[in-house]
């Protein structure tokens, strides 16, 4: 179960930027309440995942699924740019998240 936990932790932290570009710097109030609650949501599941992982690789496993994620989100979204070089370097967090869930 941990590793939903931390995938569903992944998730909401994904959705949290999201809101967060949405509330225009927290001046738009729906969006602004989503983006804490969400961010409440994945620091609630990275706690329960951290009772059965070390805490290096969920950590690294977060941010890399929250960062990776949130990249993707942006250029489907709000059409932000996908060159090359913003794709090789997303490639290559999925590939340190993958790497971590193999030793781990």
């Not at 890399?64 to 932000?80: N, P, Q, R």
């Amino acid at each position: 179960m941990a590793w939903v936990f931390l995938m569903m932790a992944g998730v909401g932290e994904m959705t949290a930027m999201f809101f967060l570009k949405l509330s225009d710097g927290f001046q738009k109030r729906k969006p602004a309440f989503m983006a804490v609650l969400a961010g409440a949501a994945s620091f609630y599941f990275l706690s329960l995942s951290l009772k059965d992982l070390p805490i290096g690789t969920a950590y690294g496993i977060w941010t890399g699924i929250g960062s990776a994620g949130t990249v993707l989100l942006g250029i489907f979204f709000f059409k932000e740019k996908a060159n090359r070089k913003r794709l090789l370097f997303i490639t290559c967090i999925v590939a340190g998240v993958i790497g971590l869930k193999m030793v781990s």
